[in-house]
């Protein structure tokens, strides 16, 4: 029988049922890929991430994320949930506040500022590109936009790993109050192979600046209880219009509350033009996993 340590974490929140879940397996040497799979279809939770030894001196792990349907080669909340795992067992300190993953992304640093409950951890995300502004009136985004206020800037593509369109409504109350169509958000995911549609508000609130939230139309619709990827090409539009809330290129967003979340994810984008995403993580279940099949 092999015991692997395992976790059910919940990232982008400072209390258990706030922000978006995700199943850590550490220990993970010696499964292959079909195993991986089949325990990240087993958990249903929207990411499982597996902790491999570094193959390099700069890297402190290596990790592979997987969705209950495929590999994902970069998400946000995988990354910033494994970094706070692969701390609190004692697998890797930071270097001079940072640690580094390596995955099918790449070498990723991550930020690590505080300790406990207070610790936050910020994944330098991959760079997104702008790949195409439209108009709302688009034949691809005009049924999905319907009814929502339109806020300034236009409808965009953004690839960041992950392709989003990314649409500003006119303002807090009309995105929280927004009823997602979705079969229209599916038709525009699969003709424009992008995730969906991710709206977003400016806010009044003294804890955050955007409120913001992401339907995902393929390969099933759902809406996503907190997107580091999501935002972190948010953020990056932003920057490159010069409309970026908050002040020094720092920033927090409010995403989940319409599915019964409440997560909190700080964003920055630094003086070279990188995205860092990020927040806090707060350990759920710690225990083992015994998966079937590798009995001796």
């Known amino acids: 029988m092999t015991r692997r340590r ?7 929140a400072s209390r258990p049922g706030a922000g978006n879940p995700l199943a850590v ?40 994320i997987f969705s209950p349907r495929r590999e994902v080669p970069f998400a946000g909340h995988p990354s910033v949930g494994t970094a706070h795992a692969v701390l609190e067992a004692g697998l890797a300190r930071p270097r001079e506040g940072l ?15 505080g300790d406990g409950q207070r610790r936050t951890i910020a994944v330098r995300t991959p760079r997104a590109q702008v790949g195409e502004i439209a108009s709302a009136d688009d034949p691809r985004l005009r049924q999905a936009l319907q009814g929502l206020p339109l806020g300034a800037l236009p409808p965009v593509l953004m690839n960041g790993g992950r392709r989003w369109w990314l649409v500003e409504l006119a303002d807090e109350a009309a995105l929280r109050a927004a009823a997602p169509d979705w079969a229209a958000i599916a038709r525009l995911a699969a003709d424009t192979e992008s995730m969906g549609l991710c709206v977003f508000a400016r806010s009044r609130d003294p804890v955050y600046y955007l409120a913001v939230r992401a339907w995902v139309g393929a390969p099933s619709q759902f809406e996503d209880a907190a997107s580091g990827a999501a935002n972190a090409t948010l953020a990056a539009w932003l920057a490159s219009q010069g409309a970026l809330p908050g002040s020094g ?3 927090r967003i409010s995403q989940g509350r319409e599915v019964g979340h409440d997560a909190i994810i700080e964003l920055l984008v630094d ?9 806090r993580v707060v350990t759920v279940v710690d225990g083992h996993l015994d998966w079937s099949g590798e009995r001796d």
């Not at 003086?271 to 927040?279: D, I, Y």
């Open 6 to 12: 395992y976790l059910q974490l919940d990232v982008f």
């Open 25 to 64: 397996v550490l220990d993970a040497e010696g499964l292959d890929e079909a195993q991986m799979q089949a325990i990240a279809r087993w958990t249903r939770l929207p990411e499982t991430t597996f902790v491999l030894p570094p193959v390099s001196v700069d890297a402190d792990y290596r990790l592979r």
């Open 99 to 113: 640690l580094v993953q390596d995955g099918v992304a790449g070498k990723l640093p991550l930020r690590v500022a």
């Open 249 to 251: 290129g720092h920033y």
């Open 271 to 279: 003086g070279q033009g990188e995205v860092w995403s990020g927040g």
